[in-house]
C-alpha cells in the first residue's frame, strides 16, 4: 500500500465521493494505480461508487455527423430527398445504400419525411391534355347528334315535307364547344409550358441530379405532345391523325427538337390566321410531317 498523508487521504476521498471523476484520472492525481485506490478506498471505508447515484448528470456525447457521410454529401442528400420527387431507391442506389437507410437517415436528420408530404395535384400539362380530349369528344358526339337529327329524305312518290329547323338550344347534347378558341386557348398554354420547360433545361445543365431532372422534362414533353396532337384535332378535325403522327423519337434531343419544331409550326399558323381574314383553321399539315 503506498504511503498517502491524511490530507492527501482526505482530498482523495473527497474526488472519489463527491465527484464523478474517472477513478483513473483521481488516481493518476496522487500517483497510484487505480486498483491501489479501490483498496484504500475499501480499507478507509469510503462509500462505494456503484451504491451512489451520479453527482451530475451524464454529459451527452457531442453531436457528430453520421458515418460515412460529408455534410455536403448530407445537404445533397436532403435536397434531392425533401425538395424533389426523385424515388428513394434511386437516391439510395447511386450512394450504395439501401432505401430504408435513406428513410432512417431522414428520420434522424429531422428532415420533412416523404411520407407527411401533402397529397400532389394533377400535374398542368396533364389537365390541359384531359380538357383537350374532353372537348374533343364533345364535340364528336355533338357532330354525331346533329347528323342524326336530321330529317330522313322523303320519299320521291310523296311531297316533300319541309322539317322545321332544329332548334340547337334543344340538343341534349348542348351547344357544340367552340373548338377554335379553344386551340387557340390551349395553344397559349402550352407555350407557357413550353418556357417552363426550358428553364428546367437549363437548371439540369448546371449540375444536381440529371437524372431527376432529365425525367421531369420528359414527363412534360410527353404531356405537351398528346395535347399538342389533340390541338391540332380541333383545328382540322376532317383529317385523321396517322400512325407516323405518334411515333416518339427515340433521343431526348431531337424529341426536344421535334416538339419545338411543332409548336412553331402551330403558332405559325396561328398568326398567320389572325392576319387574314380570321375564320381559316391554321393549316397544321407541317406539325404531323
Not at 453527482?55 to 424533389?84: F, I, K
Not at 450504395?96 to 400532389?120: I, S
Amino acid at each position: 500500500m503506498c504511503k498517502l498523508n491524511a490530507e492527501a487521504i482526505a482530498r482523495a476521498r473527497q474526488l472519489y465521493e463527491q465527484t464523478d471523476v474517472p477513478l483513473t484520472s483521481v488516481a493518476t492525481q496522487f500517483e497510484i494505480s487505480r486498483h491501489t485506490l479501490s483498496r484504500l478506498a475499501l480499507r478507509e471505508g469510503w462509500t462505494p461508487r456503484a451504491s451512489r447515484p451520479r453527482v451530475s448528470p451524464r454529459p451527452r456525447p457531442p453531436g457528430r455527423q453520421p458515418r460515412g457521410y460529408a455534410p455536403e454529401m448530407l445537404a445533397e442528400l436532403r435536397r434531392r430527398y425533401v425538395d424533389t420527387d426523385e424515388p428513394v431507391a434511386r437516391i439510395a442506389d447511386q450512394i450504395g445504400v439501401h432505401r430504408d437507410t435513406v428513410e432512417l437517415l431522414a428520420r434522424k436528420q429531422g428532415w420533412p419525411l416523404r411520407k407527411d408530404r401533402p397529397p400532389r395535384e394533377l400535374p398542368v400539362t396533364m389537365q390541359m391534355s384531359a380538357d383537350a380530349a374532353a372537348t374533343l369528344q364533345q364535340a364528336r358526339a355533338a357532330d354525331i347528334g346533329v347528323a342524326a337529327a336530321l330529317p330522313a329524305p322523303a320519299p320521291l312518290s310523296e311531297p316533300a315535307a319541309v322539317a322545321p329547323e332544329p332548334d340547337p338550344g334543344d340538343s341534349p347534347l348542348g351547344p357544340a364547344p367552340d373548338s377554335a378558341l379553344l386551340a387557340l386557348r390551349l395553344e397559349l398554354a402550352v407555350e407557357q409550358q413550353l418556357r417552363k420547360v426550358e428553364t428546367l433545361h437549363e437548371d439540369a445543365t448546371l449540375g444536381g441530379s440529371r437524372a431527376a431532372e432529365a425525367e421531369r422534362i420528359a414527363r412534360t414533353l410527353a404531356a405537351l405532345t398528346q395535347t399538342l396532337f389533340k390541338v391540332r384535332q380541333l383545328r382540322d378535325p376532317e383529317r385523321a391523325l396517322t400512325a407516323a403522327d405518334d411515333e416518339m423519337p427515340a433521343d431526348a434531343e431531337l424529341f426536344r427538337s421535334e416538339l419545338a419544331r411543332r409548336i412553331e409550326a402551330f403558332v405559325r399558323g396561328r398568326d398567320d390566321g389572325r392576319l387574314s381574314a380570321g375564320v381559316q383553321p391554321a393549316d397544321a399539315g407541317d406539325a404531323g410531317a
